[in-house]
């Protein structure tokens, strides 16, 4: 993947591995700068290939770069892939509460960055909540 490197071993779900773990999955260059576009296209593509932990990382970079009126909303999707790596590794009540403070952070959200289809956040955040 584009702007990937091992920085620290973690598994495909974000678990950390032992130094030379084969399981090891490439995380995200710390010197990283993306913008709207770039970290959204990231989030999604490793959303598909399952791998939440990573696009909570994106969005997480992206919050502490992002300008002030978007930051709301970075962090309601770096929260959106906390909750969905919670699901992944089986704790679907953290994912179900991390999903439900996602959702009151997003309503919070004054500016929502063009890319960003968060309609499709919205829905996957209501669908872990019981």
């Known amino acids: 993947m584009v702007g990937t490197t091992v920085t620290r071993p973690r598994d495909r779900l ?3 591995l032992a130094p030379g773990d084969t399981a090891a999955v490439a995380g995200l260059d710390p010197d990283l700068t ?5 970290a959204w296209a990231m989030t999604v593509e490793f959303i598909d290939q399952g791998l939440p932990f990573h696009a909570h990382e994106v969005c997480e970079m992206r919050w502490r770069q992002c300008p002030d009126a978007t930051r709301l909303t970075w962090q309601a999707l770096a929260q959106w892939g906390a909750a ?3 699901e992944a590794r089986g704790y679907p009540d953290r994912a179900a509460r991390v999903a439900a403070k996602a959702l009151v952070t997003m ?3 004054s500016s929502i960055p063009e ?4 309609e499709r956040v919205r829905e996957s955040c209501r669908v872990l909540i019981p």
Do not use: K, M, N
């Open 14 to 16: 974000g678990r950390p």
């Open 34 to 38: 993306l913008d709207d576009a770039q």
């Open 84 to 86: 969905l790596t919670h």
């Open 107 to 109: 309503a919070a959200a």
């Open 115 to 118: 890319p960003v289809d968060i």
